[in-house]
């Protein structure tokens, strides 16, 4: 790139982040993974320690290491102040547009295009999912050292030589999420392109890439799949997935916040417009005279990178949703501007005006979808306000009643949870079934209605763990508030029961229950054994400040004795 056109990139990447400077001042989405991420992670402290242990186990089941270390900056320079999160995530997302310009201008694109092109993936409104949202450091993270690393790559092709620095970029690329991992695939088909048939020139370009790729995902694979739920075999339904990928990239139909998992007929005008955008690509590519084999490269690597999207488990889900298509969109508009290089030159109005077009309708969309991120309950409201909202959605909504203390909002979840049962197939609809009635009971209580703790006691005792929907987020606070009513009117040995009940049958996470186990000691009389539960808290979660208090107060009375 020429001096005087240095400054493009920068104007690339002020524009890009323009429609979500509202993000700046949004919160944490508590409900939503920044808790866990962030507020409530014990090893979020900069520290030696915390850094061995991100970099040698999974956060929420995937390995994604740099991801951690990043937020681990943050927290060192922000606190708790969200607003310093946000604006970090603002500035990767102008980096990514800054990168994605520049690879389009290696790929021949016109100055001009290039920029429309860069808004026109930055600006999607899909965008806003992880624009807005802090947990998603890793996919903005990944998409930005993947597309430094593909730039770095096309400049290895240029002076045929395989560099050092793309090997590095794109192992940091793994390390924010795992859904890089195909870029050496990605990297093939473009040396291949480029040197086809020149075997000892591709074999030089190419194996450091790949002995990289292979490294990282033996990596990943050592880390996160021995985690992951399982695999499925490839059907129709991944095939319709990956077409909608294509197509929600241009103009996303899904803007659902929680994804419903759609059936092949409610993704119809999906699948119809990904068909009609499909075919416009390849005809411009035609138009333009683009060899055969770039398209077919650009077809392949499209689907290079959408196989980790697609596949199963903990690493993502296999409906539409934006925040895992970040990178993959990116690829989508590559295609677009290698194709129509021929059109944007010889009709420059026409394709000027129709990119005009789509990015105001894109930020009219912004305006109204970008505050969904602003707040868990808007977001999960959002989510549930559909003819079969997605599980996810109605739990986000409970917890948010529950953290807020909202019985309202909570009643409302149940009879949500009541509807839904209808649709369940059994065993899962008596769990939506006794949810309903869980909620209910629980929204009764915490709202003083004529109601006792002997009723949401009752639901607990005559059901297991396992008879609830998301018993991890509605059993625990269902226990301590019904074990404290029974204690304050005086039954504390069926606090103490109740409490056991909810040990023995597992229903919280580790600190949850050691929790619980203290609040048995202590309504039981055995205060030493409430020490140990709530110091055995403290060492999980040492920011509880309930947790504390209790333990201070225990330990007074001990030390009474």
Not at 19 to 47: H, K, Q, R, T, V
Not at 207 to 236: N, Q, R
Not at 342 to 358: C, Y
Request: hydrophobic share 50%.
């Amino acid at each position: 790139m020429s001096r005087r056109g240095a400054w493009r990139p920068a104007v690339a990447a002020l524009l890009a982040i323009l429609p979500f400077l509202p993000s700046l001042n949004y919160g944490f989405l508590y409900e939503w993974d920044d808790a866990n991420f962030i507020l409530d992670n014990p090893y979020i402290g900069m520290s030696w320690a915390n850094l061995l242990h991100n970099f040698t186990t999974n956060l929420q089941t995937v390995y994604t290491p740099l991801t951690t270390f990043s937020l681990m900056i943050d927290h060192a320079l922000f606190g708790t102040w969200a607003p310093g999160y946000h604006a970090v995530q603002l500035l990767m997302l102008g980096g990514c547009a800054a990168l994605l310009f520049l690879i389009l201008r290696k790929l021949r694109v016109p100055a001009s295009a290039a920029l429309l092109l860069t808004l026109l993936w930055a600006w999607n409104p899909g965008k806003c999912e992880t624009a807005a949202w802090i947990a998603d450091r890793k996919g903005m993270g990944c998409t930005l050292f993947a597309l430094a690393a593909f730039l770095s790559f096309l400049r290895d092709c240029r002076r045929e030589k395989a560099g050092a620095g793309t090997v590095l970029l794109m192992f940091a690329a793994f390390l924010f999420k795992p859904s890089a991992l195909p870029l050496p695939g990605v990297m093939a088909l473009y040396a291949w392109c480029r040197f086809p048939g020149e075997w000892g020139k591709l074999f030089r370009l190419l194996w450091p890439v790949g002995a990289a790729g292979i490294a990282g995902g033996v990596l990943v694979s050592a880390m996160t799949f021995s985690e992951l739920s399982g695999s499925h075999a490839s059907g129709i339904a991944d095939a319709a997935n990956l077409l909608r990928y294509f197509g929600g990239a241009v103009w996303p139909f899904s803007l659902n916040p929680i994804h419903p998992r759609l059936t092949l007929p409610e993704m119809l005008p999906e699948l119809l417009w990904a068909a009609a955008v499909l075919a416009a690509v390849i005809w411009a590519g035609r138009k333009s005279r683009v060899p055969n084999r770039f398209q077919m490269a650009f077809a392949a690597g499209f689907v290079f990178l959408a196989l980790p999207l697609l596949s199963s488990g903990a690493l993502t889900n296999s409906n539409y949703a934006e925040r895992y298509n970040f990178l993959l969109s990116a690829a989508v508009w590559c295609w677009i501007g290698v194709a129509g290089r021929g059109l944007f030159r010889r009709l420059p109005r026409v394709s000027a005006w129709t990119a005009g077009i789509l990015l105001a309708g894109y930020l009219l969309t912004d305006w109204f979808y970008l505050e969904t991120f602003s707040d868990t309950r808007l977001l999960f409201g959002r989510a549930a306000a559909v003819e079969n909202p997605a599980q996810r959605a109605l739990e986000g909504l409970g917890e948010v009643a529950i953290n807020r203390q909202l019985p309202e909002l909570l009643y409302e979840t149940g009879e949500l949870f009541n509807r839904a049962s209808s649709r369940q197939e059994p065993p899962r609809d008596a769990q939506f079934r006794n949810t309903a009635v869980l909620l209910a009971a629980h929204a009764r209580l915490m709202a003083g209605m004529a109601a006792t703790a002997e009723e949401l006691a009752g639901v607990l005792r005559s059901n297991g763990r396992d008879a609830f929907v998301a018993p991890e987020i509605f059993l625990p606070p269902a226990y301590s508030l019904a074990a404290g009513k029974l204690a304050a009117v005086g039954k504390a040995p069926e606090a103490a029961a109740l409490l056991e009940k909810q040990v023995a049958d597992g229903s919280g996470v580790e600190f949850q229950l050691h929790f619980a186990a203290g609040l048995a000691g202590y309504f039981s009389g055995d205060r030493e054994r409430a020490a140990r539960e709530w110091r055995r808290v403290l060492e999980l979660k040492p920011r509880d400040g309930q947790t504390r208090r209790n333990l201070e107060l225990v330990e007074a009375q001990l030390g009474s004795q």
